[in-house]
């Protein structure tokens, strides 16, 4: 059973640094490419980045580049997103999530999410 | 980037009703499209991709159709587990991937 568990959210300042982890579990991690997918308190889906699954090429939303950066541990199974910089508006349940595999971005398992609170 | 737009933002509907939800790409998109299903406190659940392929476990009553710019979300007799909120999301690669704003199907 595939199993994506996120960590590392909480409180933290404007202009700290936070920095998020997904356990994964149940498929051979480093086969796919890896999502970050946030959501603001009441508001939509925010792609936020990827990564893929030999951690060669990488990819962030315009909105956290130069801000985040997204890696793996695949002798780990564990994917990072690491925030700095962080502003107000990145206050969002962030959610990792799989690759389906096929051509396209598509998200097929999710973890439960991981809450994000930047404020003074 | 490419702008994702729903509509209708909340329909109220009834149990066995017929339920179409469309969503426009501010650019051509082929059939770089899926469409999610969120329950209150819950990750997105994985629906449609490629426009109209079915994620294996969906039911047979979700389909989903369109290319280029025009896209739709059918649920053909809505049951009582359907009623969540529903986002569309293009899948390109270049520009980045980006949703909709979601649409709210409800109890009339």
């Known amino acids: 059973e595939v199993q994506l568990v996120e960590s590392g959210g909480g409180l933290v300042q404007p202009g700290g640094s936070l920095r998020l982890s997904c356990a994964a579990s149940g498929f051979t991690f480093s086969n796919y490419w890896m999502h970050w997918v946030r959501q603001a308190p009441g508001k939509g889906l925010e792609w936020v980045s990827r990564i893929e699954g030999g951690a060669l090429t990488t990819n962030y939303a315009d909105s956290v580049k130069g801000r985040f950066i997204i890696s793996r541990d695949n002798a780990k199974n564990t994917l990072y997103l690491q925030m700095n910089s962080l502003r107000a508006e990145d206050t969002a349940v962030y959610y990792c999530?799989?690759?389906?595999?096929?051509?396209?971005?598509?998200?097929?398992?999710w973890g439960q999410g991981t809450l994000v609170t930047v404020s003074s | 980037d490419i702008q994702m737009t729903q509509s209708p933002s909340s329909v109220s509907a009834s149990v066995g009703d017929r339920v179409t939800i469309t969503c426009r790409a501010s650019?051509?998109?082929?059939?770089?499209l899926a469409w999610y299903q969120q329950k209150p406190g819950k990750a997105p659940k994985l629906l449609i991709y490629g426009a109209s392929t079915l994620q294996s476990g969906v039911p047979s009553r979700f389909s989903g159709s369109g290319s280029g710019t025009y896209f739709t979300l059918t649920i053909s007799s809505l049951q009582p587990e359907d009623f969540a909120t529903y986002y569309c999301q293009q899948a390109n690669s270049s520009p980045p991937p980006t949703f909709g704003g979601g649409t709210t199907v409800d109890i009339k």
């Open positions: 650019q051509g998109i082929s059939s770089w």
């Open positions: 999530a799989r690759d389906l595999g096929v051509l396209g971005n598509y998200e097929d398992y």
